[in-house]
């Protein structure tokens, strides 16, 4: 089946630093999203792409679909205490629109 | 809080029993989907609705998951005889696709399943 590769698998960086992830994938997916995950919570939508070639931006995070449709990334610019969390990127298929996700970036900020 | 709603938060059962899990979806989203989560994993598709129609199943939902949305609102997971590897968050999600764009998915706060 489908799999998203996603990395790194864990980041630890300094507050105010710059972050970067991306995710890749063997499929062609027609839409793009990246969610964020709290510890026991569900995941919280963050960007969404529709295009290939698309550049999104929401607040400090910008988002890139990729010109092959197979992969995308998220930048997270001046990073603060509450962008730790986990990151997932999941692409949506078909006529059911159902989402396959990569494996998540724990990210961890030292204060 | 217009947001998707699920219901219980956190749910311990021994082996054997069964479990239903609820969902409430955002109001006139006409789609929903139930989704599984493992420690330290995304989360896999298990099953979704148009409406009140169950229209895809995923190979991980075993005979013993059943999921109904009798009147296209609210949706129910059931887990009959549960297993201790059925312990997971079980995620639900809505969405109103009804243009190329604006077809993102909002999920739930989940329900975490343990069995003993």
């Known amino acids: 089946g489908q799999q998203l590769n996603q990395s790194p698998q864990s980041m630890f960086i300094q507050e105010g630093e710059d972050v970067s992830m991306n995710c890749t994938s063997s499929?062609?997916?027609?839409?793009w999203l990246w969610y964020k995950q709290d510890p026991g919570e569900g995941p919280v939508l963050l960007i969404a792409?529709?295009?290939?070639?698309e550049l999104t931006s929401n607040g400090r995070l910008t988002a890139q679909f990729g010109i092959t449709r197979k992969d995308s990334f998220l930048n997270i610019s001046a990073s603060i205490p509450s962008d730790v969390g986990i990151y997932f990127c999941a692409g949506q298929l078909g006529r059911a629109q159902k989402l396959v996700f990569g494996q998540g970036t724990r990210l961890t900020i030292n204060p | 809080d217009t947001g998707v709603s699920q219901d219980p938060r956190h749910k311990i059962t021994k082996r054997g029993q069964n479990v239903t899990f609820r969902c409430d979806p955002i109001s006139e989203h006409n789609r929903l989907y139930w989704y599984r989560q493992t420690l330290g994993q995304g989360p896999e598709f298990l099953t979704y609705?148009?409406?009140?129609?169950?229209?895809?199943k995923s190979r991980l939902l075993s005979d013993r998951f059943s999921a109904e949305r009798p009147k296209g609102s609210f949706s129910t997971l059931e887990i009959q005889r549960t297993e201790q590897g059925d312990s997971a968050m079980y995620l639900c999600?809505?969405?109103?696709?009804?243009?190329?764009?604006?077809?993102?998915?909002?999920f739930g706060q989940g329900t975490r399943l343990t069995v003993v």
């Open positions: 999600a809505s969405s109103f696709p009804d243009r190329i764009t604006n077809t993102e998915a909002f």
């Open positions: 499929s062609i997916f027609n839409t």
């Open positions: 792409l529709y295009k290939a070639g």
């Open positions: 609705f148009q409406n009140e129609a169950q229209l895809e």
